[in-house]
């Protein structure tokens, strides 16, 4: 059974700055694609960033240049460094992580979501 585990939300005031943390555990054999959407009152799930296995990635209009997805491979880990915050990226993050290899085949998983605050 693969597992994602997140951390890092909080509250931070308007122009802060957090930074996210997603570990998968498990018996992996490999992941393909790796990211973090996020969920805010009301409103559907978004994508936020996504990078590939060898390390490209793809953000969000809204989050280009203030964002950066980090990965590393060899721990099946994902970050994502939020700098700029603002008021409107207040939302439930979640990390995601796609066509998941294991023994028993190939599936996505996701994380349990974690609380990003920005308010004053």
């Known amino acids: 059974q693969v597992q994602l585990v997140e951390s890092g939300g909080g509250l931070v005031q308007p122009g802060g700055s957090l930074r996210l943390s997603c570990a998968a555990s498990?018996?992996?054999?490999?992941?393909?694609?790796m990211g973090w959407y996020r969920q805010a009152p009301g409103k559907q799930r978004e994508l936020v960033a996504s990078?590939?296995?060898?390390?490209?990635?793809n953000y969000a209009d809204t989050v280009k240049g203030r964002f950066t997805i980090s990965r590393d491979n060899a721990k099946n880990a994902v970050d994502l460094q939020m700098n700029g915050l603002k008021p409107e990226d207040t939302a439930v993050y979640y990390c995601?992580?796609?066509?998941?290899?294991?023994?028993?085949?190939?599936?996505?998983?996701w994380g349990q979501g974690t609380q990003v605050t920005v308010s004053s």
């Open positions: 995601a992580a796609f066509s998941v290899l294991t023994v028993l085949g190939i599936r996505d998983y």
């Open positions: 990078i590939t296995a060898v390390g490209s990635p």
């Open positions: 498990g018996s992996i054999l490999s992941i393909n694609v």
